[in-house]
C-alpha cells in the first residue's frame, strides 16, 4: 500500500504542476493576443504619446489662432491696413502648415474643425480689411477685428478647443 500511495500522491503532484504550467502557459498566451490586438490596433504607450502630443499642438494652434490672440500677438505700429492684414492671414498660414504634419494623429473630422478655423479667420480678416482704406493705419484693423471679436459670438476657436478637450479626453 505504501507504494501505490506514494505513488499516487507523486501523480497529484505531478498533475497539480502541470496544471500551473498550463495557467502560466495559457496567460502567456493571453497577454501575447492582448499586444497583438493593442498593436493592430495601434494602441500602445507611443502612439498614445503621439496623440496627445497632437492635441496638445492642436490646442496651442486654436489658442493662438484666435482673432483676439492673433492681433494681440501682431504689431500693428507702422503697418498699413494692407500689411497688418497680410502678416495676420501669413501667421495664421505657418501656424497652420507647422501642425499639418499632426493630421494623421487626430480623427478627419477634427483636422477639418483645424482647417476651418483657419479658414474663417482669414475670411474674417479679409472681410473687415476690406472695410478699411487699404494704405489706412493698420491700428485701425486691430480695433475692428478687436471689436468683431467683442460684439459677435462667433469664436470658432472656442468650439475647436471644446472638440479637442472631448476628443483627448477619450483617449485617455
Not at 493592430?40 to 492635441?55: D, F, P, V, W
Not at 477639418?112 to 480689411?129: E, V
Not at 472656442?158 to 479637442?164: D, F, G, R, Y
Request: no cysteine; aromatic share 10%; proline share 1%.
Amino acid at each position: 500500500m505504501d507504494l501505490s500511495a506514494t505513488m499516487v500522491q507523486n501523480i497529484i503532484f505531478g498533475a497539480i504542476f502541470m496544471f500551473f504550467i498550463a495557467i502560466a502557459w495559457l496567460l502567456a498566451e493571453f497577454k501575447g493576443m492582448k499586444d497583438e490586438i493593442r498593436e493592430r490596433l495601434g494602441i500602445n504607450n507611443e502612439t498614445l504619446k503621439l496623440k496627445l502630443q497632437a492635441y496638445e499642438r492642436f490646442t496651442l494652434f486654436a489658442e493662438r489662432s484666435s482673432l483676439k490672440n492673433l492681433v494681440s500677438r501682431t504689431s500693428a505700429a507702422g503697418l498699413s491696413v494692407v500689411d497688418l492684414q497680410l502678416a495676420l492671414m501669413e501667421t495664421l498660414r505657418s501656424e497652420y502648415e507647422y501642425n499639418v504634419s499632426q493630421q494623421i494623429y487626430i480623427s478627419a473630422d477634427m483636422w477639418k474643425a483645424i482647417g476651418n478655423l483657419k479658414d474663417q479667420n482669414i475670411f474674417i480678416i479679409n472681410q473687415l480689411a476690406a472695410t478699411l482704406p487699404p494704405n489706412g493705419n493698420g491700428i485701425e484693423l486691430s480695433k475692428r477685428i478687436l471689436e468683431y471679436v467683442a460684439t459677435t459670438n462667433s469664436d470658432l476657436s472656442a468650439v475647436v478647443l471644446s472638440a479637442l478637450q472631448f476628443e483627448a479626453k477619450k483617449l485617455l
